[in-house]
Structure formats: C-alpha cells, structure tokens
C-alpha cells in the first residue's frame, strides 16, 4: 500500500521557496522564490541578493540613511531572479510560490513573464505603495494571487 502522509504540491513548492530563501546573505530580510509549470514541474528557482559580479562584502546591506549606502538600489529580488535564472523559453501559465508577497517591479517582471498565479508566504508590507500597486496590477491582468496555507507538518533534516 502506498505512504498517505506524503506532502502535497503546494507544500513542496513553497518548502522550495523556503529553502531557498537560506542561500540569501541579506541579515534582514532573505527571500526565495520557485516557479512552476502546468504540469508541477520546477521551471526555476531564485532568491534576494546582489547581482551577479557585485560583491556582496563590498555592496551595503543597511535598510537606512542615504539611499545610495542602503541595499535597496543594488539587490536583485528572489521573484526578478527566479525569471533570470529560467534557461527555457516560456513561461506562460506557470505559477511562482514566493516567501514574500511580490513588489510592484517583481509584479511587472511576473506580468511579461507570463506567470498567472503568485503564492505567498507573507504579506508583511501588505499597506505598502509597492505591494497596492503590485496587487493592482495582478488584478488588472488576471494573476491569481493567495496565500499559501501551511500542512501544520514539519521535516526537519540536516544540512
């Protein structure tokens, strides 16, 4: 008889998305990010950190003062990544599970990528301008967007 406990897609996705957010070196906020195909197969995965050749010891991290001194200008989102990363061609119709709700600029990325459905994690900058804007806009297209529901399960294994 086959195992009944077995995890289901969404789990394993946003389980996915969770690991990948711990190859983030940002002390803050570490993000990651898996998209999906139709067919539940892994197109890409991506996570928060500075681009390609942008030292991450050189780059600041700092989420204050003057902007030019602070990580919001240089890193690279896990959602802008995991669409960087995908070596195929299309994406129409995939599905991106994210630990942390989209910004308004992932938000354009996902759109031309083709993604139509975003589950997240969390949603703490919910009352944002980026995160109004980027559900405006998955609104406006049709992306599906929801939070992801958690089993109440835990694994737990060594790295």
């Not at 910004?103 to 301008?129: F, M, P, R």
Request: charged share 20%.
């Amino acid at each position: 008889m086959k195992r009944t406990d077995y995890i289901n897609w969404d789990a394993y996705f946003m389980g996915i998305a969770i690991l990948s957010s711990h190859r983030s070196k940002d002390p803050n906020t570490g993000v990651g990010s898996c998209i999906v195909s139709t067919e539940n197969k892994i197109l890409s995965v991506g996570y928060n950190g500075m681009p390609a050749g942008c030292s991450d010891d050189e780059f600041p991290w700092e989420r204050v003062g003057n902007p030019l001194d602070t990580k919001y200008l240089y890193v690279c989102h896990a959602e802008l990544n995991a669409i960087l990363n995908y070596a195929g061609t299309d994406m129409q119709g995939a599905r991106i599970y994210t630990t942390l709700f989209p910004c308004n600029e992932c938000t354009k990325a996902l759109i031309q990528a083709g993604i139509k459905e975003v589950i997240y994690l969390s949603d703490k900058y919910a009352d944002s301008d980026s995160t109004i804007a980027a559900k405006r806009m998955m609104k406006t297209v049709n992306i599906k967007f929801r939070e992801y529901q958690p089993l109440g399960k835990s694994i737990t294994f060594e790295l």
